[in-house]
């Protein structure tokens, strides 16, 4: 079991179910004695800067002690959709269970974020085994490799891309979670819907950061649908605390829970997809009702690669996620990372050096290689070459004492590919959300959902926002060097930087974490900090979460504004680090297992940047 080393002598409050006062065993004190608290400098306020570049926007930050249980746990991005899964978990529910109730209240009251309209990465463990659920979107079958591209073959612009329905992919999550629910459901399908159809009815108060990103968004009130919906009759974005009501998603969810995913899939909710999509008045879209009626889940062998003491899995292609993060662990173990860890709550000089020029090796790979394994094959024989331990340690030894600046792509154990790939340039943006869950019997999981930007394609339709996925492909199609790998195909699914990621002992095969997080293409970073903040330096999931921020995805090196003290960044400079300090809007969760005198604890982390939280039992 993992056990807890906190460096920061500041006893928590740590949060058990609802409060403190629901804390009643004797156990309490040596929970309360085991953990440390890391208290975080304060981060960056809500950004009115209308210029914020960021496709979600940092709203606060509220330092969190984390949350401890006995039986089981759900964290995620919402304190409303953190309900509906305990409620399920209370029931007797599996994980899965808990998820699906989850996720549909993240619907409602995270509708920015993800939802229906979108798609998913779960992996998911039983207690035996380890599966990869993919729900990732499709492009249409209409759809070609120049999408995204001008009549004169540049590259659209992002916002041309986004808005609209040129970039609608056929929605996955609801498909995925049906058929994980087939396999680990222990509750009845219509029962996981209850909590999210009592809330679309009687309302949900608007948080602040939904009204945040209501007042900061540019395009969703192009949409008469999601502008009757989101904004009162003078477009302003309803207050917070304003009962929020959608008997639109009420009406849906109810479909669905009724009659299965197909009354999403094969009814008049697919139609009504398809024509708001192909009917947008300045981007029309090509995804029709028999995309969306075709569109199949798959079930992927996960990647899973040793590090140290322990076997870490995460998600393989279309994601890039578990390939990267099992790349950057691969490198870190050629080092003392131990020997880095912070002592006073932020990283030095030395830690944020080694940790941007991994980042820089993995992220070379990751954009020229990764992308869907269904058309595109991987360099050399495949993921195993990728994450090869002696390939990751010549990958390691390119790294100095100064920064490589961009580091060159790698060649997998010498092996020449068929042909050359070209550089992606898809717009990838940080608008998702992640919860994880352990159940009572035994089963976990990590779920990454998304609808790509903040608020999607900004269309509405049945009560649900419509993702913008297909803008993760590649705007290019082909470069000097070749075709790009993640171009748009017919029925491809769009490359992912999503990052759901489980960790077990090595030697006793039990759980030990579950953690992801939202960011774009910085998940695989915010994933990696984390992990390498609870196996190698001690701390538990929410003082690893709360960590700054930072990394390379082989570009300049990024730290999150406000976290770092001027001489990291000067000494960085000095080693030739180009850097760049801005808001880095993770949305981590994570749950550990602990051992608190030999008796077994869940101990769960929700992001300071964000309004999540975790509840157990």
């Known amino acids: 079991m993992l056990g807890v080393h906190g460096r920061w002598p500041v006893t928590p409050l740590l949060l058990f179910g609802e409060s403190m006062t629901t804390l009643k065993m004797p156990a309490c004190a040596a929970v309360l004695a085991a953990l440390a608290s890391f208290t975080a400098p304060a981060g960056p306020a809500f950004a009115q800067d209308a210029a914020q570049r960021a496709p979600e926007i940092a709203t606060g930050y509220t330092e969190k002690a984390g949350w401890a249980a006995r039986k089981y746990m759900v964290a995620a991005a919402n304190p409303l959709a953190v309900e509906a899964g305990y409620e399920i978990l209370k029931k007797g529910g599996s994980a899965i269970d808990a998820a699906i109730a989850t996720q549909m209240v993240l619907t409602l009251v995270e509708p920015q974020s993800s939802g229906i309209g979108g798609g998913a990465f779960l992996v998911h463990y039983d207690g035996r085994k380890t599966q990869a659920f993919d729900g990732r979107e499709t492009a249409p079958l209409a759809a070609d490799e120049h999408l995204f591209e001008k009549p004169d073959g540049t590259p659209l612009s992002r916002t041309a891309g986004i808005v609209g329905g040129r970039s609608v992919g056929a929605p996955g999550v609801l498909r995925m979670l049906e058929l994980a629910h087939k396999q680990h459901g222990k509750l009845p399908w219509k029962t996981l819907f209850a909590p999210a159809i009592r809330l679309s009815e009687r309302g949900f108060p608007v948080s602040e950061r939904l009204n945040g990103m209501l007042m900061w968004d540019a395009h969703l009130r192009k949409d008469p649908v999601a502008a009757g919906y989101f904004y009162d009759k003078e477009g302003q974005p309803w207050p917070v605390g304003h009962l929020l009501k959608n008997p639109a998603l009420a009406k849906t969810l109810r479909e669905i829970a009724a009659k299965g995913a197909d009354a999403f899939y094969k009814g008049h909710i697919a139609r009504d997809i398809a024509n708001k999509v192909k009917s947008h008045p300045t981007n029309p879209g090509l995804l029709t009702a028999k995309d969306i009626a075709d569109y199949r889940p798959k079930v992927r062998e996960p990647v899973c690669s040793d590090y140290r003491v ?37 990283p030095g000089p030395d830690a944020v050096h080694l940790f941007s020029e991994v980042g820089r090796l993995a992220y070379a790979d990751r954009n020229r290689y990764a992308a869907d394994t269904d058309f595109v094959p ?59 869950v352990v159940d009572g019997h035994g089963a976990g999981l990590s779920m990454t959902t998304t609808v790509e930007d903040a608020f999607g394609s900004r269309q509405m339709v049945d009560g649900f926002i419509l993702n913008n996925q297909l803008t993760d492909f590649s705007f290019s199609s082909r470069d000097k060097d070749g075709p790009v790998a993640n171009r748009v195909q017919p029925g491809k699914r769009p490359r992912s930087a999503m990052s759901p990621t489980i960790v077990f002992d090595k030697q006793t095969g039990k759980l030990v974490l579950a953690v992801g997080s939202p960011g774009g293409p910085a998940i695989i970073n915010y994933v990696a900090k984390t992990l390498v903040g609870t196996l190698d330096w001690g701390l538990n999931m929410q003082q690893a979460i709360a960590l700054p921020n930072f990394g390379s995805r082989n570009g300049p090196t990024e730290l999150e504004a406000g976290r770092f003290p001027q001489s990291t960044v000067d000494a960085l400079k000095v080693r030739g680090h180009k850097v760049q300090q801005t808001e880095q809007n993770s949305g981590l969760h994570g749950i550990m297992r602990m051992s608190i005198h030999g008796e077994p604890w869940w101990f769960g982390g929700a992001d300071p940047r964000r309004e999540g939280i975790a509840k157990g039992d």
């Open 310 to 346: 322990y076997t870490v899995c995460g998600m393989p292609p279309p994601s890039s996620g578990g390939i990267a993060v099992a790349q950057m662990l691969g490198m870190f173990e050629t080092r003392d990372m131990r020997a880095l860890a912070p002592t006073n709550g932020v």
């Open 378 to 436: 991987l360099p050399g024989r495949g993921l195993p070459a990728l994450i090869d331990k002696d390939y990751l340690a010549r990958r390691a030894a390119l790294i100095g004492e100064r920064s490589m600046g961009e580091a060159p792509a790698g060649n997998p154990l010498g092996l020449e590919m068929a042909w050359n790939w070209g550089r992606d340039n898809a717009i990838e943006t940080p608008s998702t959300s992640h919860l994880v």
